[in-house]
């Protein structure tokens, strides 16, 4: 499992913002990429048809998500463990959980697989072109998301 039960309020980055102003009891959540629901997740055995599985969540690169001003979000490298390698399979990030839950529509199995009528084990590509600003070829990522 990636995210156990309680993983962020206990070993999540402590500077994870949390945006009390919308959500008065938003807490610390930890989300992972690729999605929890699928076959991608790290944390899905590969005996069930998992295509990435890892033994822990500690194994795949840990950020946290840092609001920086009204509308701007910072995703950062968690340096209280190993530096990524790139290499890893996953991600694990600790975050608000107002965001975690609102984004893509509500949780993939019922929001975006829905919408884009994906069925048991179709197969998908997640494309995020604004990232392709990112530059990771110096020690520090740095990405400039164009804003719509």
């Known amino acids: 499992m990636i995210c156990p039960d309680g993983w962020a309020a206990t070993y999540g980055?402590?500077?994870?913002?949390?945006?009390?102003?919308?959500?008065?009891?938003?807490?610390?959540?930890c989300d992972e990429f690729a999605y929890a629901s699928t076959y991608n997740s790290g944390g899905m055995p590969t005996g069930m048809g998992g295509m990435n599985e890892v033994d822990t969540g500690n194994d795949c690169v840990q950020t946290y998500a840092t609001r920086v001003k009204q509308g701007e979000w910072?995703?950062?490298?968690?340096?209280r463990t190993a530096a990524p390698t790139w290499k890893e399979k996953c991600g694990r990030s600790a975050m608000s959980g107002w965001i975690n839950s609102t984004s893509m529509g509500g949780a993939f199995s019922g929001g975006f697989s829905g919408k884009y009528r994906l069925l048991d084990q179709d197969p998908y590509w997640v494309d995020f072109p604004k990232f392709a600003h990112c530059d990771a070829t110096k020690p520090t990522v740095t990405c400039t998301v164009p804003k719509p």
Request: glycine share 0%; no cysteine.
């Open 13 to 29: 980055n402590p500077d994870a913002t949390k945006v009390t102003a919308i959500s008065s009891t938003d807490k610390v959540s």
């Open 74 to 79: 910072h995703l950062y490298d968690d340096v």
